[in-house]
């Protein structure tokens, strides 16, 4: 532990001379002479350009291309998926979970703040309109694996399939080994913080240096923007609905892009002022505003149907673990549920490990992996047990009240018909409306900050390049919206073809992060 600080890494002294000397030019500050810049931004361009001009060609091809994605890959993401967690796992319980990552003597973040950035940041949008929702379409609807059951053992097995689809193996995925790797590799090797470093143990200096790094970039930050516009423009869909609903202000296209700019100014000031302030101060609050939800909910709502739905449905998705994780019986369910998810979760794989890298400094291997593959799915499906379980023990208690308003996959609906039935049903939907803001200007701040890392190679990129990459995201978002709900949702789709390559990025980890940290523990006399 003796080569351990708590100092924060520093410019040298040359480097700080040279540029308050020769200030860099715009092109350079904005990285347009960056050949990721190039290949990501005239990527989404092009999906614009064609959303805009040629909307029924664009959707048939991202149609076949998901597909495609869903076909030949799905077996392999389930694999991926589980031996990500269960590798985790292995060396998070062994010697090796004693590992202090980051070159820091103690975390840099406290517990508490690390924490909300991680749950506010991972869940996203889906925290608020995914609880409402995927449950009431799995009671709606059963999933395979399940079947047709009684009325109360259907709604535990919705939650049962709610929790696989948001619990361990889709936090696992989204920072667990690839960050071990990062982490080592950058604070401890000086290598770029950046996607390209994950493929390093397999291609040396070719994947720092070469186009093998500048595709590996590209891939994951047109994977990650995808990921992130399309949450965006549902938002701007999803409350424009909302306030029509509860307020009557037309739902019109003005409406969802004033929704949407607003968001634009909030995660875009709040990825300028950074992980320590604005980041830091978002997250705080959106969990605050989540625990009072939960505390008025359990308080007013049907609290034991809540309590029972959580324990029985943790308990059966655990006893159907491995059946659910490696269920191939519905190849068309799976594409539209399991493997859209899973396209969805390791499509932001690679940048989350670096924003995961980033903000977790001095934390050991078992606290970063318990935190992530254990704590936070836990935490997520009790979410989805007060958002949701409330709509099934609504729907239980009078069977039409959840699931007519959800008829059509309405996801809003489903939201405002579960908050109509609590106390001061307005008060509720506002609150949250609000969170599901906040919960998007959070992951919109974050991977405005990450996709701004990797262009720069730096943990504190410029402020143009952060603006630039925020403003950038809202507008496609708008651009798409402009079309109709279909550009979203092409969008949507083509994020599960993006995973494919970036599932080959995130795959060296299944066997280089156990070598790391076993190396690791070596150095840090562990073993």
Known sequence: MSNMTNAAPHVPIEDADYSAIHPPSILKRLELTNPVFWLSGSFLSLFVVLALTSS???????????????????????????????????????RTGYVRLGGLARPEIDTFKWLSIVL??????????????????????????YGEATAKKAAINALSQSFMHWGFLAWAILGCLSTIVLMHLHYDKGLPLKPRTLLYPIFG?????????????????????????????????????????????????????????FAIAMYTLSALSGVSKGIQIVSRYNILLSVALIGYILLFGPTSFIVDGYVQGVGRMIDNFFPMALYRGDTGWLSWWTVFFWGWFIGYGPMMAIFIARISRGRTIRQLIL?????????????????????LAFELANPGTISTAFEGFNLPAALL?????????????????????????????????????????????????????????????????????????????????????????????????????????????LV
């Open 120 to 145: 506010c940041t991972l869940l996203a949008g889906g925290g608020v309109f995914w609880a409402a929702a995927e449950p009431i379409a799995h009671y709606v609807s059963a999933p395979p694996l």
């Open 371 to 391: 935190s992530i593959s254990i704590a936070a799915p836990l935490i997520t499906c009790f979410w989805f047990s007060i958002v949701g379980g409330s709509g």
């Open 417 to 525: 018909a579960i908050t109509a039935e609590l106390p001061f049903p307005i008060l509720m939907s506002v609150l949250f409306l609000i969170l599901t803001t906040t919960f998007i200007v959070t992951t919109g701040d974050s991977m405005t900050y990450t996709i701004s890392v990797v262009m720069t190679g730096s943990t504190e990129p410029s402020a143009a390049i952060r603006a630039f990459w925020g403003v950038m995201m809202g507008v496609v978002a708008i651009a798409l919206i402009s079309m109709g709900a279909g550009g979203i949702s092409a969008l949507q789709s083509f994020i599960v073809i993006t995973a494919v390559p970036v599932s080959f990025i995130l795959l060296p980890s299944l066997w280089q992060a156990p070598k790391i940290a076993s190396h690791m523990a070596k150095e840090q006399g």
């Open 56 to 94: 029924d060609s664009l959707t048939a091809m991202v149609n076949a291309g998901f597909g495609f994605a869903t076909q030949y890959f799905g077996a392999y993401w389930q694999v991926l998926l589980l031996l990500n967690f269960l590798i985790g796992l292995a060396i998070a319980l062994g």
């Open 205 to 261: 200096r070719k994947a720092i240096d070469g186009w093998i790094g500048n595709v590996t970039d590209a891939c994951s930050i047109i994977a990650v923007a995808a990921g992130t516009i399309g949450p965006i423009g549902f938002l701007g869909l999803q409350i424009s609905y909302a306030l029509n609903e509860l307020f009557a202000i037309p739902d019109t296209f003005l409406t969802q892009s004033l929704v949407i700019l």
